[in-house]
């Protein structure tokens, strides 16, 4: 479901966490999350994996805490503006 978190089953990594953001036919669109100087961001990356992956190998973990967010998409923009 949109807005769901999902990790590889086995995985405690918090960077394996995909969040949910679309979802069509055969594929999932998601946001992933990375670390940055020991902090958690929420990269709003738009990622497509398939459906069948993200349901046979991931499981739904609560929600994570990120310290920040990063957008790839706007952080061009802003360099480009400038």
Known sequence: ?????????????PTKI???VAASADS???FTFFLSNGK???????????RKLL???YVLVSPPNPDGVFSPDKY??????Q
């Open 1 to 13: 479901h949109v807005g769901d978190h999902l990790m590889p089953k086995g995985s405690s990594d």
């Open 18 to 20: 995909v969040r949910v």
């Open 28 to 30: 999932y669109k998601v």
């Open 40 to 50: 958690l961001i929420l990269a709003e990356d738009y990622q497509n994996l398939p």
């Open 55 to 57: 349901e046979d190998q």
């Open 76 to 81: 061009l923009s802003n360099k480009n503006g």
